[in-house]
């Protein structure tokens, strides 16, 4: 590994902890499409910022294009105070007209320039070890891990400062105000962080990797946890395996970086979204196949419950009278049966001391409709799940 | 160049007819969907399928190594079916909201695409120039075939949405009604959502990624200015849509360097921008004029209702009493009291009022309503 592989490797890790951290916060407050808004919109700061100082290099640039993330953010929130249309829209509307004339400017005056609008949307992380910065001829390192190391910190920095602001104000916008913190600073401090990171990481690895920086590993790691710091850590830790496995897969593939990273976000997203243990697809399919069976047990011990005569509690009258396929009725005779909730003699079903008690508690339940109680009662009751 | 030269030259010269055509139908086509994208609140969704067709052409072109529209197209379609049903899959499945949803799809299947796409420009003997128009969108490469392709779909989609309008309109505003009705809600919303993504795609050539979600709002977010009908507003972000295409052409040929798609989505802002103000029922400037004409009404009701309460204790009515005297409740203004004056409910008398037996009336009456609407 060379050392520019290594420069690469890092400065990728960086954007990808940079980014996770808003992230985190803009998938739990429900604005993650922000994220994609303030990429594209920073374009006419960008452009601006280079008329103004015909410099690519100047902070100046970075400065304005934060600016017009920010304002981005403003006119979203005008426009929707308005009630003319619903939020989402309103981003939809705000994004592409600033990005439409950022592109006009670009190819109207700044045609001849390196802004080219490829580089914007997808970025290079394979160059950024040639863009270096000198003190005195001493090499200090690509300008690219200053700039987004310095970004880093401060956002690390304010995170620490106020991340019980923050916790609160996320999930308990009400409460944060009787405390006496404006959830309104809160939020704009964020959205700053997420402007300045934004223009920050982009000229590294393009726009549209810094949204799937932004949401993918929050996304991810909210499959994962309810605890913030946990979902925080675990974010910057999909971040970065991916920034780092997405390297190597575009080096082998001999591919676009930024795309790369972006597929791997995507994989580690899929895992996780088919087989994260309690909220993965498959956990919930399961879950539900579970409370369908079980379901269908309650209706059919109500049914014993309700018939004393023999012809109504024979075990073919499952498929007759309540009309329900083979395989079924035997996955719910057995789990009845494992429950000890009933005992079958010759074929017909009687309902054992525990399944009476149970029936009528489920009855009970029927009748108060208390939510959950039932499946209190399942615990209580079941040995096997269905 | 003048208009009427101009004009001329649409009808005379391939490329400008062509161009013209072309963002005129898919402008039309874009507004008609986009009404029940925004009114399905799946306004960003069109962002997303945007980004998310981008892997389906470079696969598409490395299957069959073709660059014909035709068949980019349908890869297109099927990688942006894949990624709306993932969203579908990730909204209802998991906790996660539908914007992280979005965006997630958006920027990872976009990353997947350009991953495919640097692969395919890396590959000897492969003729992959020109695959990155979907990226940004060229007007001009737009050919009489392409044009034709757009109409057949847009008459398709026409005939769809007439055929089921009821559906489409019940299923819009109420779900769960449509369902206790019968109908196959799965199916009707598959079969929007498709249409949706069809439009998507065949404006990527046109007006590129980035910008297509903005052609499906935009004329939409117009329309439902000015009509609380969904049939009116169908038909009238149809024509939005489709003179923002073509006005968005005009200019954009006019000047050099001026790319369509961008100059188009600046038309379609300019129309949003002008109906959200000037629209007369909902608009800003009239709902401003509205409330500034209820706040007259309310003080210069509240002026007469304090003069009627100063000479309900007085026998004689048309007693005059000192202007000051107003200020001791909570005041007047003078456009009021000139209001006043005009109606003849009151008599000025250098610095002293007097109610007119009209005024009086009013006064009464104003009350009486009120006690009546508690």
């Known amino acids: 590994m060379s050392s520019a592989q290594l420069e690469i490797q890092i400065i990728a890790s960086l954007v990808a902890i940079a980014c996770a951290i808003p992230g985190t916060f803009l998938v739990l407050r429900k604005m993650a499409m922000i994220s994609d808004a303030i990429s594209h919109s920073i374009l006419p700061g960008l452009v601006i910022g280079f008329f103004i100082t015909q410099d690519l290099n100047s902070p100046l640039l970075i400065l304005l294009a934060a600016l017009t993330g920010v304002l981005t953010v403003v006119m979203v929130e005008k426009i929707q105070q308005t009630k003319l249309v619903k939020e989402d829209t309103a981003i939809g509307l705000v994004f592409p007209a600033l990005f439409s004339i950022g592109v006009i400017m670009i190819a109207k005056y700044a045609n001849d320039i390196h802004l080219d609008i490829d580089a914007v949307l997808l970025g290079e992380l394979a160059f950024t070890p040639f863009d270096r910065i000198y003190y005195d001829g001493f090499d200090l390192g690509p300008k690219s891990m200053w700039v987004i190391g310095i970004i880093l910190l401060i956002t690390i920095t304010l995170l620490l400062a106020f991340y019980k602001e923050l916790k609160i104000s996320t999930f308990d916008a009400g409460l944060a105000t009787s405390l006496g913190f404006s959830p309104a600073i809160i939020h704009y401090g964020l959205m700053s962080v997420a402007s300045v990171t934004t223009v920050g990481a982009f000229d590294a690895v393009g726009a549209i990797l810094v949204v799937a920086l932004m949401i993918a590993p929050a996304a991810s790691a909210y499959l994962l946890t309810t605890n913030l710091t946990k979902m925080i850590l675990l974010a910057c830790f999909f971040g970065v395996f991916s920034a780092v496995a997405g390297y190597w897969a575009a080096n082998y593939l001999d591919a676009s970086i930024a795309g790369s990273i972006a597929t791997m976000l995507g994989v580690v997203f899929l895992i996780v979204y088919l087989f994260a243990p309690s909220k993965g697809l498959f956990a919930v399919l399961y879950r539900e196949k579970q409370q369908r069976i079980e379901v269908s047990l309650i209706t059919f011990i109500l049914h014993l419950k309700n018939h004393h005569e023999v012809k109504e509690r024979h075990v073919h009258h499952l498929n007759e009278h309540i009309n329900w396929q083979k395989i079924r009725s035997k996955t719910v005779l057995n789990l009845g049966l494992k429950n000890n909730l009933f005992t079958i003699q010759h074929g017909i079903v009687s309902l054992t001391e525990k399944g009476n008690e149970f029936t009528t508690r489920a009855i009970d339940y029927i009748i108060t409709n208390e939510d959950s109680q039932i499946e209190d009662m399942k615990d209580d009751f079941f040995l096997f799940r269905g | ?374």
């Open chain 2, 1 to 374: 160049m003048d208009i009427v030269e101009y004009i001329k030259l649409v009808f005379s010269d391939y490329t400008l007819r062509t161009i013209t055509l072309g963002t005129a139908v898919l402008g039309g086509v874009t507004g008609m969907l986009g009404s029940f994208a925004v009114l399905r609140k799946q306004s960003l969704l069109g962002d997303a399928i945007s980004h998310a067709a981008l892997p389906g052409i470079a696969i598409a072109f490395l299957i069959t190594g073709s660059k014909d529209t035709n068949v980019l197209l349908i890869g297109a379609l099927i990688s942006g079916l894949i990624g709306t049903l993932w969203i579908r899959g990730i909204t209802t499945k998991t906790h996660l909201k539908s914007d992280t949803a979005l965006g997630l799809i958006l920027s990872v299947f976009f990353g997947f695409g350009m991953l495919l796409l640097t692969f395919i420009q890396k590959q000897p003997n492969a003729n992959q120039a020109g695959l990155d128009k979907y990226l940004f969108g060229q007007a001009a490469t737009l050919v009489e075939s392409d044009v034709w392709l757009m109409s057949i779909v847009t008459g398709l989609c026409l005939i769809v949405l007439l055929l089921f309008w009821k559906e489409f309109k019940i299923l819009l505003f109420d779900k769960d009604y449509a369902q206790t009705l019968g109908f196959n809600t799965k199916f009707i919303d598959l079969l929007i959502t498709s249409f949706i993504v069809l439009a998507i795609v065949l404006g990527l050539q046109t007006v590129g990624v980035v910008l297509m979600s903005a052609m499906l709002l935009a004329p939409a977010a117009a329309a439902r200015q000015w009509t609380n009908s969904l049939g009116l507003m169908v038909f009238l972000a149809a024509i939005l849509g489709a003179s923002a295409g073509v006005f968005g052409t005009a200019i954009s040929s006019t000047q050099n360097n001026l790319s369509t798609g961008p100059v188009i989505v600046l038309v379609a802002s300019v129309f949003v921008l002008f109906s959200f103000i000037f629209s007369p029922t909902r608009g800003l400037l009239f709902k401003q004029i509205r409330l500034i004409q209820n706040r007259n009404d309310l003080e210069f009701q509240k002026t007469l209702a304090f003069m009627y309460h100063i000479i309900e204790d007085h026998e004689d009515s048309s007693h005059p009493h000192a202007i000051k005297i107003l200020n001791n409740f909570q005041g007047y203004s003078r456009k009021g009291l000139r209001q006043l004056v005009n109606k003849n409910y009151v008599t000025l008398h250098g610095n002293m009022w007097s109610l007119t037996p009209a005024g009086v009336k009013a006064a009464t009456n104003m009350y009486n309503q009120n006690l009546k609407d508690e």
